[in-house]
T-cell receptor, first 116, second 109 residues
Framework: GAVVSQHPSWVICKSGTSVKIECRSL??????MFWYRQFPKQSLMLMAT?????????EQGVEKDKFLINHASLTLSTLTVTSAHPEDSSFYIC????????????FGDGTRLSIL | GQNIDQPTEMTATEGAIVQINCTYQ??????LFWYQQHAGEAPTFLSY??LDGLEEKGRFSSFLSRSKGYSYLLLKELQMKDSASYLC??????????WGAGTKLIIKP
């Protein structure tokens, strides 16, 4: 149980392109979804937290107009990196949590984004 | 500020036992999580401790002492596939997860 699917796994695209990443909870309803980015050999950095049907809460320093998050249903959240540039290249990982805050987050497989 | 400390890297031998420590200083405490992350992959959930003591789950056990701000993950009968990074994360009073930088565990034959 508690499977989270993230798509696509890899994206390589030109600078200026917008990239959309999907995160789905397959066998549970995710009241809260999280978006992280991770640079090589570094820890997870939380970008934003989203609850179904409401606006995402962004961490300090994360541009909400750059990283658009939509949590349209209890099983789907999307992250759109708008007008991506090489410095946006990173490993983006979503996670989903069912129910209360003390429940564990279950992670998708991540999306490796490379902007040329 | 909030802080999670764990060793950067550890090496152990296949078949042996290894203990990965995690100390924390956070504003409040609502539980501690351990995750395993293989290189290039997303983390997978291992354990959750909110009360003092030892939680055993197969070859993996996790211990918590809230008074000392301390936890450890114990891995027994190490296998080569256990080579990974192990992330300690503490949930603070606002239910925000504070992540450690992770401990890279290298298993040698």
């Amino acid at each position: 149980g508690a499977v989270v699917s993230q798509h696509p796994s890899w994206v390589i695209c030109k600078s200026g392109t917008s990239v959309k990443i999907e995160c789905r909870s397959l066998d549970f309803q995710a009241t809260t979804m999280f978006w992280y980015r991770q640079f090589p050999k570094q820890s997870l950095m939380l970008m934003a937290t989203s609850n179904e049907g409401s606006k995402a809460t962004y961490e300090q320093g994360v541009e909400k107009d750059k990283f658009l998050i939509n949590h349209a249903s209890l099983t789907l959240s999307t992250l759109t990196v708008t007008s991506a540039h090489p410095e946006d290249s990173s490993f983006y990982i979503c996670s989903a949590r069912e129910g209360r805050e003390e429940q564990p987050q279950h992670f998708g497989d991540g999306t490796r984004l490379s902007i040329l | 500020g909030q802080n999670i400390d764990q060793p950067t890297e550890m090496t152990a031998t296949e078949g042996a036992i290894v203990q990965i420590n995690c100390t924390y200083q956070t504003s409040g405490f609502n539980g501690l999580f351990w995750y395993q992350q293989h290189a290039g992959e997303a983390p997978t959930f291992l354990s959750y401790n909110v009360l003092d003591g030892l939680e055993e789950k197969g070859r993996f056990s996790s211990f918590l002492s809230r008074s000392k701000g301390y936890s450890y993950l114990l891995l027994k009968e190490l296998q080569m596939k256990d080579s990974a990074s192990y992330l300690c994360a503490v949930m603070d009073s606002n239910y925000q997860l504070i992540w450690g930088a992770g401990t890279k565990l290298i298993i040698k034959p």
